[in-house]
């Protein structure tokens, strides 16, 4: 994370005594898998807890994502992005670093705490484009009209941690606002089933519309993790700051945040042969690597020390890298 970020994010907890307790509450809300009949962000104490338990893990798998996406269509140089259910901000942040030459911002947030809150963060980043972002009070069901639709324009959309907070036909009604609005998508949710399911209703429609899937599928058939009763998703970590650990009640300087997620685009992608689909196994002269390949097969391959500079290559591969490196 920015060490700006994280000094944003400390300095605005920093006077409050009562995030601990707001974090609790948070936790059992995302916890509970429930669709929320209220704004989870209803109140300045929930906007502050979200930004020190939830704001970083946001940022990081965010910023892998886009990273996949950005490995996979390099020509993709965005200068606009809208970020719908944007919390905080933390998309805006990772997309930053991935693409600095971004040159538009524009964050759709129903919660009023969360903007504000989210303003004043940016208002402390180095980066111009931050400082100016444009936010913008919405909240899905008031986009009843195409108007409404095409009103939000850019060349990068980005969803992170919403569908599960929608019903089924909102969760269709935003993937149209997506499609419409940008040539790029990208959606992050849980990495639990129920979050994976989500991402996979998206993924065929975003297939149904005509994109082309970038990551982390390296196909566009079915997902071979169907069939066997799994759930892809992959594994960021981030450390903790100071503040995050006091909030979360919890000692470890780290946390390993759960994700799945799909990336989509209108061109053509330079997708990898495979994916990595969960931590390789390392064991003396021999690496296992379980894969999603191209031909839409999971499979388990063996790669030993006399490969030479394909097992050095193995040795150094990531959980989500794509397979064989380039």
């Known amino acids: 994370m920015p060490s700006t970020l994280r000094a944003c994010i400390d300095d605005v ?37 979200y930004a020190v338990y939830r704001m970083p893990a946001t940022y990081a798998v965010i910023r892998a994502a886009l990273e996949r996406l950005h490995t996979a269509v390099p020509e993709l140089q965005p200068r606009s992005l809208a970020d719908f259910g944007a919390g905080t901000g933390a998309a805006a942040w990772a997309a930053m670093d991935v693409w600095p030459a971004v040159e538009s911002v524009t964050l759709l947030e129903q919660s009023a705490a969360a903007i504000e809150l989210g303003s004043r963060i940016m208002a402390s980043s180095n980066t ?24 939000v324009s850019a060349d990068i959309a980005i969803a ?16 149209a606002a997506l499609v419409r609005s940008a040539p790029a998508v990208v959606l992050v949710e849980p990495g639990t ?47 903790r700051s100071r503040a995050h650990r ?23 992608a330079g997708r990898p042969a ?3 689909l969960r931590h390789p196994q390392l064991r003396k002269g021999l690496v296992s690597l379980e894969l999603c390949t191209s031909s839409g ?16 290559d193995a040795r150094d591969v990531r959980w989500g890298d794509g397979w064989p490196p380039d």
């Open 13 to 49: 907890v920093a006077t409050t005594t009562t995030v601990t307790r707001s974090v609790e509450r948070l936790i059992e809300t995302y916890r509970s898998g429930e669709l929320p009949t209220t704004p989870i962000l209803s109140s300045d104490d929930d906007v502050l807890a």
């Open 246 to 268: 006091i909030a979360k009640a919890s000692e470890l300087s780290y946390e390993d945040e759960k994700y799945s997620y799909v990336a989509a685009t209108r061109v053509p």
């Open 128 to 151: 111009a484009v931050l400082r100016g972002a444009a936010w913008r009070s919405w909240r899905l069901p008031s986009m009843k009209s195409d108007a409404e639709l095409d009103a």
């Open 193 to 239: 089933p129920a979050g994976y399911a989500r991402i996979i209703r998206a993924r065929d429609a975003l297939i149904g519309s005509g994109f082309t899937i970038a990551a982390p599928c390296p196909h566009e058939l079915a997902c071979p993790m169907l069939e066997r009763g799994d759930w892809c998703h992959f594994a960021e970590r981030l450390e």
């Open 274 to 276: 495979a994916r990595v």
């Open 297 to 312: 097969e999971a499979e388990q391959v063996r790669i030993a020390k006399s490969k030479g500079e394909l097992y050095k």
């Open 160 to 175: 992170a941690y919403v569908l599960g907070e929608l019903t089924e036909p909102q969760q269709a009604a935003l993937l």
